[in-house]
């Protein structure tokens, strides 16, 4: 993840700024429980952000990758002072 404006970032923190905490270039939608390839394949409700109010510790979700592959994050911590957030993620090899 990045911060500020870089290419070829999958998603981004902009905690603070415009409407999502977390931006995404690509797919994007929330999930709960256990991640798994097919919870994160299977998802339909497709989106470009976590919303500001939603960028917080516990929110997860899953990304898909410039790569093809899906990617399952968690926010673990966010400072909203110095826009810094920390996360767990899982990437999954592309399908063949």
């Not at 999502?20 to 919870?39: C, K, M, N, Q």
């Amino acid at each position: 993840m990045v911060r500020g404006s870089v290419d070829g970032w999958d998603i981004r923190a902009a905690v603070g700024v415009g409407p999502y905490g977390i931006a995404s270039f690509r797919d994007l939608t929330y999930v709960s429980g256990e991640p798994t390839h097919d919870t994160c394949v299977t998802a339909t409700a497709l989106q470009r952000g976590i919303e500001q109010e939603k960028t917080r510790s516990g929110t997860a979700f899953c990304v898909k990758t410039d790569q093809g592959r899906w990617a399952w994050v968690k926010i673990t911590s966010v400072n909203a002072k110095s826009g810094d957030v920390k996360l767990d993620l899982h990437v999954w090899e592309a399908a063949a």
